[in-house]
């Protein structure tokens, strides 16, 4: 309690309770506070034996993180665990990932390719964006003109669709869509379909997480997008992993009506979201 109160107090703003009871926090790292060119949200559960037995569950998550980039600040974060086995250490891992971003922006690294900006103002009036959509017949669609060399399979088809009842605060409207999926392509599929509607396309933020079982290695296959409303995708998959859903993509559309709802808006991303995986 004494660690989480700290951190509160020292980053302000960046710091996030995701959920008090299941001690799930995300902090907003970047190399600047003035004018960040890179960032990244580093995600923590923090489990009953913390810090004495067990570290924290963590997640990166930035959209340039991938690949190398990704293990070796992994890797850093694990010897910072084993150097100081038994005591509190999650000052020393943010402090740590923000060096490795003030790195990036001091070397020659071109600057990540930022699509959009949490909380942009949008001038249309969010009134009528009450979308009451019915969900999209099973029909089979074929497939469009993308069979990805990587893969082998035949044409799939368009999973069924459902879109959920929206949800609006202060002008900002946010519905979720969700749809049965077991393979990444379907997934590429959904989202498509999903923004041909121009209403989902023209969203401030349509943003998604999926998680896939994979039966014969055991794992889950899971990814997220936060699309410009930072850490939401990372949130958005931390409850379809506290709920322990298989084989699903969920996208939650906002659009932004002008006024700040701040801590607000992830409440009603999540609730949007937990709302249509029960239904």
């Known amino acids: 309690i004494d660690e989480i109160e700290a951190l509160s107090s020292i980053y302000g703003e960046d710091w996030c309770v995701v959920d008090e009871d299941e001690k799930i926090y995300c902090i907003k790292i970047s190399d600047s506070l003035d004018q960040p060119k890179w960032t990244l949200c580093l995600q923590v559960i923090l489990p009953p034996g913390y810090p004495t037995a067990e570290p924290p569950i963590y997640q990166l998550n930035a959209p340039w993180l991938r690949g190398q980039d990704y293990m070796e600040l992994a890797n850093s974060l694990e ?6 086995l ?16 003030i790195e990036k922006a001091q070397s020659s690294d071109p600057e990540p390719d930022i699509k959009k900006t949490s909380e942009e103002v949008d001038e249309d009036d969010g009134d009528d964006f009450l979308l009451d959509y019915q969900p999209v017949q099973e029909d089979p ?3 469009l003109n993308y069979i990805t060399s990587e893969s082998q399979e035949v044409d799939e088809e368009l ?18 869509h969700l749809a049965p ?3 990444p392509r379907q997934v590429k599929r959904v989202l498509e379909k999903l923004y041909e509607n121009k209403k989902i396309a023209s969203a401030t933020h349509n943003i998604y997480a999926y998680r896939i079982y994979c039966e014969d290695k055991q794992t889950f296959l899971q990814d997220c997008e936060d699309d410009g409303e930072t850490a939401a995708g990372g949130r958005l998959l931390h409850l379809m992993q506290i709920l322990n859903v298989h084989n699903v993509l969920v996208v939650v559309s906002r659009w932004y009506g002008g006024i700040l709802l701040g801590p607000d808006r992830f409440k009603h991303i999540n609730n949007c979201a937990r709302k249509v995986l029960v239904e």
């Not at 010897?79 to 100081?84: F, G, K, P």
């Not at 038994?86 to 971003?101: P, Q």
């Not at 879109?163 to 409207?173: E, F, K, L, V, Y």
């Open 79 to 84: 010897e910072i665990y084993v150097q100081n």
């Open 86 to 101: 038994g005591e509190s250490i999650l000052y020393l891992w943010v402090e740590k990932i923000r060096e490795v971003l």
């Open 141 to 143: 669609i074929k497939m």
């Open 159 to 176: 999973p069924s669709i459902h879109h959920g009842n929206p949800i609006t605060d202060r002008r900002s409207t946010f519905q979720a």
């Open 181 to 183: 999926v077991v393979t």
